[in-house]
């Protein structure tokens, strides 16, 4: 069993072996639920959807897909946090 601080600001930090054991990395989510007896479980949010969810994603209205040259120049702003 791992034992853990609350601090003055009713936060928990877990420690890396628990976020490995449920698969977590930084920036995701974990769902808690309060059980009756005054224990919670906690898990890790999977994303939901399907693989074909993103198909027409890059599609323009009214035009083409955008090319793949097109693609590259689009992911190059977005890296240089320009739109």
Sequence with gaps: ?????????????????????????????????KLPDGRIEMKAVRPTGKISDVFGLLRRENGPSLSIEEINEVAKRGWAGKR
């Design 1 to 33: 069993m791992t034992t853990l601080t609350v601090t003055a600001k009713g936060q928990v930090t877990l420690r890396k072996e628990l976020l490995q054991h449920l698969g977590v990395h930084a920036g995701e989510k974990i769902a808690v639920d």
